[in-house]
Nanobody
Framework: QVQLVESGGGLVQAGGSLRLSCVAS????????MGWYRQAPGKQRELVAG???????NYVDSVKGRFTISRDNAKNTVYLQMTSLKPEDTAVYYC???????????????WGQGAQVTVSS
Protein backbone atom coordinates (compact mmCIF):
# COMPACT_ATOMS: atom_id res chain seq x y z
CA GLN A 1 0.00 0.00 0.00
CA VAL A 2 0.96 3.63 -0.39
CA GLN A 3 0.92 5.96 2.60
CA LEU A 4 0.98 9.75 2.59
CA VAL A 5 2.18 11.83 5.53
CA GLU A 6 1.53 15.56 5.58
CA SER A 7 3.24 18.24 7.61
CA GLY A 8 3.43 22.00 7.84
CA GLY A 9 -0.04 23.18 8.76
CA GLY A 10 -0.73 25.67 11.52
CA LEU A 11 -2.04 29.05 12.54
CA VAL A 12 -0.89 32.20 10.74
CA GLN A 13 -2.02 35.78 10.48
CA ALA A 14 -3.47 37.14 7.28
CA GLY A 15 -0.70 38.02 4.86
CA GLY A 16 1.58 35.34 6.24
CA SER A 17 3.03 32.22 4.66
CA LEU A 18 3.05 28.49 5.26
CA ARG A 19 4.53 25.53 3.43
CA LEU A 20 2.85 22.13 3.37
CA SER A 21 4.76 18.94 2.61
CA CYS A 22 3.49 15.49 1.74
CA VAL A 23 5.70 12.40 1.52
CA ALA A 24 4.54 9.25 -0.22
CA SER A 25 5.98 5.94 0.95
CA UNK A 26 5.42 2.25 0.32
CA UNK A 27 5.57 0.15 -2.80
CA UNK A 28 5.58 2.74 -5.56
CA UNK A 29 6.55 2.09 -9.16
CA UNK A 30 5.74 5.52 -10.50
CA UNK A 31 3.81 8.66 -9.59
CA UNK A 32 1.75 10.50 -12.16
CA UNK A 33 -0.20 13.32 -10.55
CA MET A 34 0.18 14.93 -7.15
CA GLY A 35 -2.16 17.52 -5.77
CA TRP A 36 -3.51 19.46 -2.85
CA TYR A 37 -7.18 19.72 -1.97
CA ARG A 38 -8.86 21.63 0.81
CA GLN A 39 -12.13 21.44 2.67
CA ALA A 40 -13.53 24.26 4.75
CA PRO A 41 -16.33 23.69 7.28
CA GLY A 42 -19.65 23.27 5.52
CA LYS A 43 -18.07 23.27 2.08
CA GLN A 44 -17.14 20.63 -0.45
CA ARG A 45 -13.57 19.52 -0.93
CA GLU A 46 -11.94 21.43 -3.77
CA LEU A 47 -8.77 21.01 -5.79
CA VAL A 48 -6.34 23.78 -4.87
CA ALA A 49 -3.34 22.85 -7.03
CA GLY A 50 -2.07 19.91 -9.04
CA UNK A 51 1.19 18.92 -10.67
CA UNK A 52 1.78 16.16 -13.18
CA UNK A 53 4.86 14.05 -13.75
CA UNK A 54 6.05 16.33 -16.53
CA UNK A 55 5.85 19.35 -14.27
CA UNK A 56 2.73 21.00 -15.62
CA UNK A 57 0.66 22.67 -12.92
CA ASN A 58 -2.86 23.93 -12.43
CA TYR A 59 -4.44 26.08 -9.72
CA VAL A 60 -7.88 27.11 -8.61
CA ASP A 61 -8.42 30.75 -9.53
CA SER A 62 -8.61 31.93 -5.91
CA VAL A 63 -4.98 30.97 -5.19
CA LYS A 64 -3.28 31.85 -8.46
CA GLY A 65 -0.31 34.11 -7.85
CA ARG A 66 -0.24 33.26 -4.14
CA PHE A 67 0.29 29.48 -3.94
CA THR A 68 2.98 27.41 -5.65
CA ILE A 69 2.95 23.63 -5.98
CA SER A 70 6.17 21.74 -6.55
CA ARG A 71 7.44 18.18 -6.33
CA ASP A 72 10.65 16.31 -5.64
CA ASN A 73 10.44 13.10 -7.63
CA ALA A 74 13.48 11.56 -5.96
CA LYS A 75 11.81 11.95 -2.57
CA ASN A 76 8.22 11.23 -3.68
CA THR A 77 7.29 14.52 -2.06
CA VAL A 78 4.92 17.30 -3.03
CA TYR A 79 4.94 20.78 -1.54
CA LEU A 80 2.50 23.65 -1.40
CA GLN A 81 4.02 27.05 -0.72
CA MET A 82 1.28 29.40 0.42
CA THR A 83 1.87 33.15 0.60
CA SER A 84 -0.34 36.19 1.17
CA LEU A 85 -2.71 33.95 3.07
CA LYS A 86 -6.28 35.11 3.63
CA PRO A 87 -8.86 34.06 6.22
CA GLU A 88 -10.83 32.38 3.44
CA ASP A 89 -7.89 30.01 2.92
CA THR A 90 -8.72 28.45 6.30
CA ALA A 91 -9.42 24.77 5.74
CA VAL A 92 -8.09 21.26 6.17
CA TYR A 93 -5.63 20.61 3.37
CA TYR A 94 -5.25 17.10 1.95
CA CYS A 95 -2.60 15.83 -0.40
CA UNK A 96 -3.49 13.33 -3.10
CA UNK A 97 -1.18 11.12 -5.13
CA UNK A 98 -1.96 8.96 -8.15
CA UNK A 99 0.40 6.42 -9.63
CA UNK A 100 1.23 2.77 -10.04
CA UNK A 101 2.35 0.12 -7.55
CA UNK A 102 3.19 -3.57 -7.71
CA UNK A 103 2.05 -5.99 -8.90
CA UNK A 104 1.49 -5.52 -12.59
CA UNK A 105 1.31 -1.71 -12.53
CA UNK A 106 -1.72 -1.62 -10.25
CA UNK A 107 -3.05 1.96 -10.13
CA UNK A 108 -3.38 3.66 -6.78
CA UNK A 109 -4.95 6.86 -5.53
CA UNK A 110 -4.00 7.78 -1.98
CA TRP A 111 -4.92 10.58 0.41
CA GLY A 112 -3.04 12.20 3.24
CA GLN A 113 -4.48 12.53 6.73
CA GLY A 114 -5.13 16.25 6.38
CA ALA A 115 -3.39 19.33 7.77
CA GLN A 116 -5.27 22.18 9.41
CA VAL A 117 -4.46 25.64 8.08
CA THR A 118 -6.01 28.52 10.00
CA VAL A 119 -5.58 32.12 8.89
CA SER A 120 -6.59 34.79 11.38
CA SER A 121 -7.69 38.24 10.33
Amino acid sequence: QVQLVESGGGLVQAGGSLRLSCVASGSILSINAMGWYRQAPGKQRELVAGIRSGGSTNYVDSVKGRFTISRDNAKNTVYLQMTSLKPEDTAVYYCNVEGYRPPYLTPFNSWGQGAQVTVSS
